[in-house]
């Protein structure tokens, strides 16, 4: 893919691999955004692929431990809460998700995609291949491989510090 863009010269000089990322994350969303059959903000598509992964049943069986551990009656909590309801209502209000308030698994609130909301999660899915395609039109041999070293080297890190994080909780209660 041949640019113009200003800002080429700057971008070949950078060898900060999360500046990197970032302006490729960026590019992906503008570009499901500019071409999506219905008008979503950026931050609705991305809470759509968390809600996707959240729904699943091991995520959903780790969400429901972590919610019995909470103290529901503090002030942070109630303001968690109240934040992510808000976006979660802007979603069921176009007819993506649909909210549950009585839940049965200990939950205080669970959601599922309605059909509309499946139908948009395919065409979420299409259009990011399609922007893979493009972003890697003229690119001489495979990176997928080095990404993938790259990005399991990044899970590691993170799941060492989600490790910590619950050893840490456990030895202050």
């Known amino acids: 893919m041949k640019t113009n863009h200003p800002h080429k010269k700057v971008i070949e000089s950078v060898d900060n691999l999360n500046v990197l990322v970032t302006i490729l994350y ?7 955004k ?9 931050r609705e598509i ?3 692929s968390d809600i996707q992964k959240h729904t699943k049943p091991h995520h959903k069986k780790v969400r429901i431990a972590k919610y ?12 968690h809460q109240e934040i992510f309801l808000k976006r979660y209502k802007k979603l069921e209000k176009k007819d993506i998700i649909k909210l549950e308030y009585e839940c049965d698994n200990g939950l205080p609130y669970d959601m599922t995609f309605t059909h509309n909301g499946l139908s948009i999660l395919d065409e979420i899915s299409n259009l990011e291949k399609e922007w893979n395609e493009l972003v890697m039109d003229d690119i001489d041999g495979d990176i997928i491989p080095l990404l993938q070293k790259i990005t ?9 510090i989600q490790k910590e994080t619950k050893k840490d909780r456990k030895s202050v209660v």
């Open 152 to 160: 399991i080297n990044a899970m590691d890190i993170s799941y060492n």
């Open 34 to 42: 500019k071409n999506l059959s219905i008008h979503l903000h950026k």
């Open 46 to 48: 991305s809470l759509l």
């Open 68 to 79: 019995q551990e909470i103290d529901k009656e503090s002030k942070h909590f109630q303001l």
């Open 26 to 32: 960026n590019s992906k969303i503008a570009y499901v």
